[in-house]
């Protein structure tokens, strides 16, 4: 079973999604680490990295 987090929206840039995690921590994912699997206006959903 896939374990899926989903994280708020800061940012969007050209070569990644700036956001922010539950316990305050803000970090810059890149879809090629980390698999984007939907994108709404202030959230998005991940899956972790195989």
């Known amino acids: 079973m896939k374990q899926l987090f989903v994280t708020r929206v ?3 840039a050209s ?10 921590t803000i ?3 890149n879809p090629s680490g ?6 709404q206006e ?3 959903v991940w ?3 195989t």
């Open 27 to 29: 970090a810059f994912l």
């Open 10 to 12: 800061l940012r969007y």
């Open 15 to 24: 070569d990644g999604v700036m956001v922010l995690y539950p316990d305050g």
């Open 34 to 39: 980390f698999r984007l699997l939907g994108l």
């Open 47 to 49: 899956d972790w990295p």
């Open 42 to 44: 202030k959230y998005a």
